[in-house]
């Protein structure tokens, strides 16, 4: 089992940076990849990208130049910094942990972007 717990969610303004921290315990030593996904009100869950353990980071293009995910893994920490925030970014964003035969999921923590 693996547990994630994310941090740093918030609100922001328009324009702003933000950057989210989760946090991996239990048998972390399963994990190969850590990212992000988020979902808003009434909406699908959206992919953001992971990164390896090794240090890969992949994207899809609609999140790639605002949103850089990084890793350290002595702490077994996953970050995600996010940039030039928009109201569409309002979501909440949730870690995942990808493991040899499955994947968790953390509770997520809320963003909200508004003046």
């Known amino acids: 089992q693996v547990q994630l717990v994310e941090s740093g969610g918030g609100h922001v303004q328009p324009g702003g940076s933000l950057r989210l921290s989760c946090a991996a315990s239990?048998?972390?030593?399963?994990?190969?990849?850590m990212g992000w996904y988020r979902q808003a009100p009434g909406k699908q869950r959206e992919y953001i990208g992971h990164?390896?353990?090794?240090?890969?980071?992949n994207y899809p293009d609609s999140m790639k130049g605002r949103f850089t995910i990084s890793r350290d893994n002595a702490k077994n920490m996953v970050y995600l910094q996010m940039a030039s925030l928009e109201p569409e970014d309002t979501a909440v964003y949730l870690c995942h942990a990808l493991v040899t035969g499955g994947h968790y999921w953390g509770k997520g923590t809320l963003v909200t972007v508004s003046s």
């Open positions: 239990g048998s972390v030593a399963s994990i190969y990849a």
């Open positions: 990164m390896t353990n090794g240090g890969t980071a």
